[in-house]
Structure formats: C-alpha cells, structure tokens
T-cell receptor, first 113, second 115 residues
Framework: GNSVTQMEGPVTLSEEAFLTINCTYTATGYPSLFWYVQYPGEGLQLLLKATKADDKGSNKGFEATYRKETTSFHLEKGSVQVSDSAVYFCALSPSTNAGKSTFGDGTTLTVKP | KAGVTQTPRYLIKTRGQQVTLSCSPISGHRSVSWYQQTPGQGLQFLFEYFSETQRNKGNFPGRFSGRQFSNSRSEMNVSTLELGDSALYLC??????????????FGPGTRLTVT
C-alpha cells in the first residue's frame, strides 16, 4: 500500500533560520504530493502541491520539489518566522483515487524569536 | 465563499453510546472525505462520498459509517463508542471525485472525547 514517511520532530529553530523537513513516499503509479499545515485547534490547510515529477510547489516562501527518482518531497523555507510554528504534514493522493489521501505522521515546528 | 464547516466542534460521550458528526462542504463541492486524527495513529482515511454514494472506504470497523445528502452535506456515525475512538474527526471537500480534482479543503474538525 501507499505510505509517507516524514522526518521525526519536533523541530526547533531560531527566527530567520533555514528549514528542511524531509518527506519520502511509497506509492504505485504517479501520485500527487502535498504539504499541509495545521495550526493549534484548527484543521489542515493546503500549503503547496505538486502533481508530477520535477514539479516545484511553492507558497508563502515554502518550496518542495517532486523527486520521483528519490521518491521524495522535502519541504524547505529559507527564513522561518515565529508565525510558521505549526505542525506540517506531507501527504500523497493516488493517481487513481485522489480522495483517499495518505498522510505522514506530521512534524511539529517551533520557531523562537 | 464559506469554508468547510463541521458541527459540533466538541463532543463528550460515554463508552457504548453512539455519535453523529456533520460536515457541510464548500459550496459547489460535491465530494466529501472523512479522516480520523489521533496522536498514536496520525491521520487515517475513513471514507469518501460523492452523489450520496460511498466511493472509497478505509480500514475501519463497521461501527463507523457515513452518508451524504442530496445537498452534498455529509454525516458520519460511530456506534458503540470505545475509548480508542477519541480523536479529532476531520472532513474535507473537493469539487468532484475526478482524478484531476485533487485539492482537498479541510474543516476545523470535531473533537470527540469518549469517557
């Protein structure tokens, strides 16, 4: 079956530091890949997406590139802010069944001033 | 455009009881999926509905069921509640079940506590 493995957290960074959260996946075919963010007490918000190999998703300074050869979709941001503190989830949707997403365990990011 | 709404936001139930959770998708969205989020198991897919029909189902016991109405609103029901059913239940909507319609929009969730 499909699976998503995320870098274990929690991750604590100082403001303006560089962020990388690793994500690798196992899936048949060509899934779409996503990063979601969850703030305390809220549901998940779509942060960025990529639907095919070599696509780069980007939003709010965050980026991730769909690497089929390494089955990875690592999240990066050049300079984090305190407001980026949240839980980040990597997810995939199968090409044949987009509504049945598989999520990683989530990585908690805390950014200190 | 209003987002996905879920009611109630918080629930406390006793073991053995049953519970019904409600989800109203974004206007124009016809596909609704449900997920269970727990600290131990993470986010797990429960089921997806489109046009009042269940299209996909995750690996949950038959105590978990759902339905969708003609206006695309969806409900999920859990019967004979167990302590392990305590979780955040998230609903997500998308425009249709087509493969190209992959973006899901999540509601804030219903926090269920079983005592």
């Amino acid at each position: 079956g499909n699976s998503v493995t995320q870098m274990e957290g929690p991750v604590t960074l100082s403001e303006e530091a560089f962020l990388t959260i690793n994500c690798t996946y196992t899936a048949t075919g060509y899934p779409s890949l996503f990063w979601y963010v969850q703030y305390p007490g809220e549901g998940l918000q779509l942060l960025l997406k990529a639907t095919k190999a070599d696509d780069k998703g980007s939003n709010k300074g965050f980026e991730a590139t769909y690497r089929k050869e390494t089955t990875s979709f690592h999240l990066e941001k050049g300079s984090v802010q305190v407001s980026d503190s949240a839980v980040y989830f990597c997810a995939l949707s199968p090409s044949t069944n987009a509504g049945k997403s598989t999520f990683g365990d989530g990585t908690t990011l805390t950014v200190k001033p | 455009k209003a987002g996905v709404t879920q009611t109630p936001r918080y629930l406390i139930k006793t073991r053995g009881q049953q519970v019904t959770l409600s989800c109203s998708p974004i206007s124009g969205h016809r596909s609704v999926s449900w997920y269970q989020q727990t600290p131990g198991q993470g986010l797990q897919f429960l089921f997806e509905y489109f046009s009042e029909t269940q299209r996909n189902k995750g690996n949950f016991p038959g105590r978990f069921s759902g339905r969708q109405f003609s206006n695309s609103r969806s409900e999920m029901n859990v019967s004979t509640l167990e302590l392990g059913d305590s979780a955040l239940y998230l609903c997500a909507s998308r425009t249709s079940p087509e493969v190209s319609s992959y973006e899901q929009y999540f509601g804030p969730g219903t926090r269920l506590t079983v005592t």
